[in-house]
């Protein structure tokens, strides 16, 4: 049972619960609340834990007002592990002590960030974290000069790693509404939020297309070429990115909410686009949004950003994936093709798992918060509940962090399956899934098939 328990599929979820809590703990110290506001619960401050380390942004107290620099320190410190992975830090911490990394755990984390076995873990790592520490750093440096006032040198390093890590936590009780015109501040954040969901094996491979761009440049010989997995990341977030604002502009547009000229409705409409993803930040009101708008984020949501990110929801590649699937479907082809390649039998089963879980995870949730947060009423007494908490629900899931006002009145009960619904949606629920897997045995016989009529 010890040894099915501390399987490379279990770790993450240890490391991560252990994070969680540690990070509950300091939270609920006096140490980490302002003088005289009230003490923060256990299971608040696991909640704020749990959407720190998940990369979330849902909150139940303002950050900047209610925590001390220490309690703002520790939120950092959750996010910062969060998003790199508390695996891809132990295993590095293992490494720098000269340790030696078993096979299963480079093939656990390589399956995370690189789905590529034989790569060089040590060399990959520091990679990770020193060209995340440059990224952050970098994006510090630019808030600060962009706004040295709204952003000084502690709260453009957390805005900053918050963004690059796609938390969505700030230090205002607006998010980034007060910049809501600015087209620097915008398109700094838009930036570090992309980046962070791109997913870190993109990110290289990007990295050493341009370095082999810049050393050919002028000579006659093959160009490089992006990988097919990094081509299929960019060619969905961008259609996303660019579907996503236009859907909400035209939205916002023709229910006449947004005020300001086009352009400033065409930037919120952009950042948000980026944002609902996976970041959590905003720049308008998003309880004031129209409910078109809303169920358009809702679907950006569970699409979430790129394998191996900082971002939640089903990932990019998935849904690209099931975009060809329904292409096949009306040309009456027979192989799913993504790109210039087709996918196996294998990969179409994982996609379709992943989707039809990912779905029943958050049908469950949404029921569950339309019991616990008064949507049994009758529907003429509980009018705007079933879309709140289908939203809250599918921020959670897929670690968003934008809310519509719900969060900070959700109810002990709700809180939990929120806490929940963070996990799950930080691992994954193939993650999961293959956890629990691990625990069972194939059997050793196979029942008669036959086929049975649909649709």
């Given at each position: 049972?010890?040894?099915?328990?501390?399987?490379?599929?279990?770790?993450?979820?240890?490391?991560?619960?252990?994070?969680?809590?540690?990070?509950?703990?300091?939270?609920?110290?006096?140490?980490?609340?302002?003088?005289?506001?009230?003490?923060?619960?256990?299971?608040?401050?696991?909640?704020?834990?749990?959407?720190?380390?998940?990369?979330?942004?849902?909150?139940?107290?303002?950050?900047?007002?209610?925590?001390?620099?220490?309690?703002?320190?520790?939120?950092?410190?959750?996010?910062?592990?969060?998003?790199?992975?508390?695996?891809?830090?132990?295993?590095?911490?293992?490494?720098?002590?000269?340790?030696?990394?078993?096979?299963?755990?480079?093939?656990?984390?390589?399956?995370?960030?690189?789905?590529?076995?034989?790569?060089?873990?040590?060399?990959?790592?520091?990679?990770?974290?020193?060209?995340?520490?440059?990224?952050?750093?970098?994006?510090?440096?630019?808030?600060?000069?962009?706004?040295?006032?709204?952003?000084?040198?502690?709260?453009?390093?957390?805005?900053?790693?918050?963004?690059?890590?796609?938390?969505?936590?700030?230090?205002?009780?607006?998010?980034?509404?007060?910049?809501?015109?600015?087209?620097?501040?915008?398109?700094?954040?838009?930036?570090?939020?992309?980046?962070?969901?791109?997913?870190?094996y993109v990110l290289h491979d990007c990295s050493i297309y341009i370095r082999k761009r810049i050393a050919l440049r002028g000579r006659i010989t093959?160009?490089?070429?992006?990988?097919?997995?990094?081509?299929?990341?960019?060619?969905?977030?961008?259609?996303?990115?660019?579907?996503?604002?236009?859907?909400?502009?035209?939205?916002?547009?023709?229910?006449?909410?947004?005020?300001?000229?086009?352009?400033?409705?065409?930037?919120?409409?952009?950042?948000q686009s980026v944002s609902c993803r996976t970041a959590g930040f905003n720049t308008v009101d998003i309880g004031g949004m129209t409910n078109v708008?809303?169920?358009?984020?809702?679907?950006?949501?569970?699409?979430?950003?790129?394998?191996?990110?900082?971002a939640g929801g089903v990932k990019t590649t998935t849904a690209r994936v099931m975009w060809g699937f329904i292409v096949t479907q009306f040309r009456?082809?027979?192989?799913?093709?993504?790109?210039?390649?087709?996918?196996?039998?294998?990969?179409?089963?994982?996609?379709?798992?992943?989707?039809?879980?990912?779905?029943?995870?958050?049908?469950?949730?949404?029921?569950?918060?339309?019991?616990?947060?008064?949507?049994?009423?009758?529907?003429?007494?509980?009018?705007?509940?079933?879309?709140?908490?289908?939203?809250?629900?599918?921020?959670?899931?897929?670690?968003?962090?934008?809310?519509?006002?719900?969060?900070?009145?959700?109810?002990?009960?709700?809180?939990?399956?929120?806490?929940?619904?963070?996990?799950?949606?930080?691992?994954?629920?193939?993650?999961?899934?293959?956890?629990?897997?691990?625990?069972?045995?194939?059997?050793?016989?196979?029942?008669?098939?036959?086929?049975?009529?649909?649709?």
């Open positions: 049972m010890r040894s099915k328990l501390l399987t490379p599929f279990w770790l993450p979820v240890w490391f991560f619960i252990v994070a969680i809590l540690v990070g509950g703990f300091l939270l609920h110290l006096d140490t980490a609340r302002m003088p005289g506001v009230a003490p923060l619960s256990r299971l608040d401050a696991l909640f704020t834990a749990t959407s720190a380390v998940c990369v979330t942004g849902l909150v139940v107290v303002d950050t900047g007002s209610y925590f001390t620099t220490f309690g703002q320190g520790v939120i950092l410190v959750l996010i910062q592990l969060g998003g790199l992975g508390v695996m891809t830090y132990s295993s590095l911490v293992f490494f720098l002590l000269g340790r030696r990394v078993s096979l299963t755990d480079r093939l656990a984390v390589s399956k995370t960030l690189l789905h590529d076995p034989s790569f060089k873990l040590s060399q990959f790592l520091v990679r990770v974290v020193i060209g995340t520490l440059f990224v952050e750093s970098v994006g510090a440096l630019t808030l600060y000069a962009l706004d040295p006032v709204g952003f000084g040198p502690w709260s453009a390093l957390f805005h900053s790693v918050s963004a690059f890590c796609n938390a969505g936590f700030g230090l205002y009780q607006d998010s980034l509404m007060q910049w809501r015109t600015n087209w620097g501040v915008n398109l700094a954040f838009i930036i570090l939020i992309t980046l962070g969901g791109l997913g870190f093959a160009k490089p070429r992006l990988s097919w997995h990094t081509g299929i990341v960019l060619s969905t977030s961008l259609f996303l990115v660019a579907a996503g604002t236009v859907a909400i502009f035209a939205a916002e547009e023709m229910g006449g909410y947004q005020v300001g000229s086009w352009s400033e409705a065409l930037l919120s409409a952009l950042f708008s809303l169920l358009f984020m809702i679907g950006l949501m569970f699409v979430g950003g790129s394998p191996g990110s900082c009456g082809g027979e192989q799913v093709r993504v790109g210039r390649f087709a996918l196996d039998r294998q990969a179409m089963s994982r996609a379709f798992t992943l989707v039809v879980l990912a779905g029943v995870l958050v049908c469950a949730a949404t029921l569950a918060l339309n019991i616990t947060e008064g949507g049994d009423a009758p529907h003429d007494q509980a009018r705007g509940i079933f879309l709140e908490t289908m939203f809250e629900a599918m921020s959670a899931f897929g670690t968003v962090g934008l809310t519509t006002g719900m969060t900070g009145t959700l109810s002990p009960v709700g809180r939990t399956v929120g806490i929940l619904l963070m996990m799950v949606g930080r691992l994954g629920p193939i993650w999961l899934l293959s956890a629990l897997a691990s625990w069972q045995e194939l059997p050793r016989y196979q029942i008669p098939e036959k086929d049975l009529p649909l649709g």
